[in-house]
C-alpha cells in the first residue's frame, strides 16, 4: 500500500481518473494535509485537457469519516481546515470534468460534503451518512450551502439540525445519492456512468456543469465563501471545544444556556 494520501490512477477507460483517499487506518478523516492533497489532485487532473470524469473513492472500511477531530481540537485548527475544505469543495464544484463519488462504509461530515459536491453520487449498501456537526458543537455551514442546492429545505433541515445518521435506502431517497447497488458492482457502476459521459461531448458537458453552478441566486463560489464567513463568525468556540472534546474522550457533551 502507497503512504501517499491521495492516490491519482487511470481507470481503464480513457480520461477518466480515480482520486482515491487512502489514510484507511483514520477512515480517511480528513486532516489539512488530506484536504490539500485532494485539492492538488482535483486541480491536477482537471488541468488535463483529455479529462472528462474523475471518481472519488475511498480505500479502507469507509469512504470519509470526515474532518480529522484530533486536528479541529488544537489551536487555530478548525479555521484553517474549514478554509482548505472551502478550496477543495470549490475545485470540485468548478470543475470542467464531471465529479463522481463512489462511496462505502461512512461518509460523515466532510465527507458527505464531497458526496454532496459531486455532480453524482453511487453508494454501497453499507453507506451511512451523516451530518452531525451540531452534536459537536459546530456548525455545518459548507455542507448546507452545497446540499440546499441539490436537496429540498426540508431535507436540508432535517440533516443538519437533527445531525442523525441516514443509511443508503434513506439517502437513496432524499436526493443525497444518485444509485444505491451491490458493493462488489460500486465501481463498476461509477465506470458505467462515466462511460455514458464520456459518450457526450466535453465542451457541452462543461458548459452545461457551469451554467448548472451558476443557475441559483449566486454562484457555487460566492455561495461557499458565504458560508465560511458564516462557518467563521458564527462559530460558538465554548460550545465546540466541548463537542469536540466530548467526542474524543467518549462521553456526552455537557451544554450550557444557549448565548444571546
Known sequence: MSN??????????????????????????????????????TEKVSSERAGRVMIFRGNGPSFCAGLDLNEVAGEGSAEKLAAALSKFYAAVCTSPLVAISAAHGGAMGGGAGLIAASDIA?????????????????????????????????????????????????????GLVNRVVPSDQLMTEALSIARIVCSGAPGAIARSKRQLNNL????????????????LNAKIASEAQEGVRAYLEKREPKWGMRPE
Open 216 to 231: 441559483g441566486p449566486r454562484s457555487i463560489e460566492e455561495e461557499l465563501k458565504l458560508a465560511l464567513d458564516f462557518h
Open 4 to 41: 501517499q494520501l491521495v492516490l491519482i490512477e487511470p481507470s481503464e477507460i480513457p480520461g477518466v481518473t480515480f482520486i482515491t483517499m487512502n489514510r484507511p487506518e483514520k477512515r480517511n478523516a480528513m486532516s489539512f494535509a488530506l484536504i490539500e492533497a485532494l485539492r492538488e489532485a
Open 122 to 174: 453511487v453508494a454501497a449498501p453499507d453507506l451511512k451518512i451523516g451530518f452531525p456537526e451540531v452534536k459537536r458543537g459546530l456548525v455545518a455551514a459548507l455542507l448546507t450551502a452545497l446540499v440546499r442546492r441539490t436537496l429540498g429545505d426540508r431535507y436540508v433541515r432535517e440533516l443538519v439540525l437533527l445531525g442523525q445518521i441516514v443509511d443508503s435506502d434513506r439517502a437513496l431517497q432524499l
